[in-house]
């Protein structure tokens, strides 16, 4: 069984910045993509950003230069850095982790920007 679960998160002001971490448990080898979604509400779920087992990362267009994702192999883990906030972030972020033949979901972690 593959359990994911992404600690953090939380309010944050405009122009601040927030790490969100993310890390695999349990029959997770080999993991493939790691990666980021999210969901505003009233919209649907939306990859934010994710990163290969080769360490080939992508982005969604208005994630370029304002978001960062990067991992540790040696611990299951993805981090994305998100900078100068917008209340246009606000969402539920969740992060994914392929393995095993299929993609395992965390359970989401709110986001909310305000002034």
């Known amino acids: 069984q593959v359990q994911v679960v992404e600690p953090g998160g939380g309010p944050a002001l405009i122009g601040e910045s927030r790490r969100l971490s993310c890390r695999a448990f349990g029959n997770t080898f080999p993991i493939g993509t790691m990666g980021w979604f999210r969901q505003r509400s009233g919209e649907t779920r939306q990859l934010v950003a994710d990163?290969?087992?080769?360490?080939?990362?992508n982005y969604v267009l208005y994630a370029k230069g304002r978001f960062s994702i990067s991992r540790d192999a040696s611990a299951n883990a993805v981090y994305l850095e998100m900078n100068n906030l917008t209340p246009e972030d606000t969402a539920v972020y969740y992060c994914?982790?392929?393995?095993?033949?299929?993609?395992?979901w965390g359970p989401g972690t709110q986001v909310t920007v305000s002034l």
């Open positions: 990163i290969g087992s080769d360490g080939l990362m």
């Open positions: 994914t982790a392929d393995c095993r033949g299929g993609r395992y």
